[in-house]
């Protein structure tokens, strides 16, 4: 089938429709600029940690244009580049979180129609006493993931522990 002005609106409509269809969990957008002519633009979103009270993260990401969606012809894609940056931003209340290496998922973002995506993970480092939030894509391409780290560290933060503190 040739892409014709005509049957590209309907494409159009659903790449839309899917840009817009949001992240797997709360998050809020609290600023947006464009970085170049076409429009595409880097969008900053704020979320709380779902199992911590206190500490908010904020995310970077890219956002294409419908100028760029046209020009590649990739409609349902947006680039999984992403930074995050995590600060106390209240006193800390830690619920029933994962304390094992692995950590566990606070966030997640569909960047494509089905296998990209970014995602946050919270790992807590019991002999620095401290939580790490990664940021990173699902889809790994020629054996480069992205990904940026940022770290809340708890020894002056005295937070409480509703299931108790893990010991070190």
Not at 68 to 83: C, H, I, T, V, Y
Request: charged share 25%.
């Amino acid at each position: 089938m040739t892409l014709t002005l005509r049957n590209m609106a309907p494409a159009a409509a659903l790449a839309a429709a899917l840009t817009l269809a949001g992240p797997a969990f709360a998050d809020q957008e609290v600023g947006e600029f464009s970085n170049d002519w076409t429009g595409n633009e880097l969008k900053v979103v704020a979320f709380q940690d779902p199992e911590v009270q206190g500490v908010t993260c904020h995310i970077v990401h890219f956002d294409r244009s419908l100028i760029d969606r046209l020009s590649k012809g990739n409609w349902f894609e947006d680039p999984s580049n992403a930074s995050i940056a995590c600060r106390q931003t209240g006193a800390i209340v830690i619920g029933d979180i994962e304390t094992g290496k692995r950590g566990e998922e606070v966030f997640s973002e569909r960047k494509s129609l089905v296998f990209k995506s970014i995602a946050v993970r919270r790992i807590y480092d019991r002999h620095n006493d401290t939580l790490v939030y990664v940021v990173y894509s699902r889809q790994v391409k020629e054996g480069s993931a992205k990904m940026a780290i940022s770290t809340v560290p708890l020894f002056a933060a005295d937070p409480t522990w509703t299931k108790g503190r893990p010991s070190r």
